[in-house]
Structures are given as structure tokens and as C-alpha cells.
């Protein structure tokens, strides 16, 4: 079982940054995929970021350049730097750890989630 809580959402004007963390517990994190997800309302969840236990990240279109995933594999967290925030952007960010093992089924697991509002 894997648990994540993630932390670091709140209240920015556009055009500021916030940094999101989500910490694991319970799990070998390092070999996780892990990503950031987010769900405005009326909308699906939608992918924001992932990060592979090798490393390698892909991002969705709308925020490239703009976010930034990382992970530290020695505190099982990892984190999400968002800078040029836009009202779009509003959402509530949820943390997803991903194993598919060579057999049987894949190992999926979600945080809470955190809420970030884009406003002025």
C-alpha cells in the first residue's frame, strides 16, 4: 500500500509560482512513476508532468516551459515548481505514483489532492 499527501497548493496571482510537493510513504518509491495530475471543474483529469524512475519527464503542452517535475528519490517526494501561473491553470493538482511489474497487474495510487487557484 502507498500512501501519498501532497501539499504546497493555495491562492497566486497570475503570473506567480508555487511548488507543490507530494510525499510517499509505504512503498519502494524509486521505482514509481510518478506525475502530477489536475481536474478543474466540469473538466476530466488531465496529466500535468511525469517523471519516470529513470528520470525522464514529459509534460503537457499547456505547460511546458512553465512547470517543472522533479523528484527526490531519498525523501520520496517529489515536486512540482509551477512559475508564470494563468487562471487556466486553476485546478485542483493530484499526486499519482504508477509501477507496471513484468507480470500482473500495475500498481496505481492517488494522493488527495491540493487545490490551486490562479486569481487576482
Known amino acids: 500500500q502507498v500512501h501519498l499527501v501532497e501539499s504546497g497548493g493555495g491562492l497566486v496571482q497570475p503570473g506567480g509560482s508555487l511548488r507543490l510537493s507530494c510525499a510517499a510513504s509505504?512503498?519502494?518509491?524509486?521505482?514509481?512513476?510518478m506525475g502530477w495530475y489536475r481536474q478543474a471543474p466540469g473538466k476530466q483529469r488531465e496529466l500535468v508532468a511525469a517523471?519516470?524512475?529513470?528520470?525522464?519527464?514529459n509534460y503537457a503542452d499547456s505547460v511546458k516551459g512553465r512547470f517543472t517535475i522533479s523528484r527526490d528519490n531519498g525523501e520520496k517526494t517529489v515536486y512540482l515548481q509551477m512559475n508564470s501561473l494563468k487562471p487556466e491553470d486553476t485546478a485542483v493538482y493530484y499526486c499519482?505514483?504508477?509501477?507496471?511489474?513484468?507480470?500482473?497487474?500495475?500498481?496505481?495510487?492517488w494522493g488527495q489532492g491540493t487545490q490551486v487557484t490562479v486569481s487576482s
Open positions: 509505504g512503498t519502494i518509491f524509486r521505482i514509481y512513476t
Open positions: 499519482n505514483a504508477n509501477w507496471r511489474p513484468p507480470v500482473g497487474a500495475p500498481y496505481d495510487y
Open positions: 517523471i519516470t524512475n529513470g528520470g525522464s519527464t
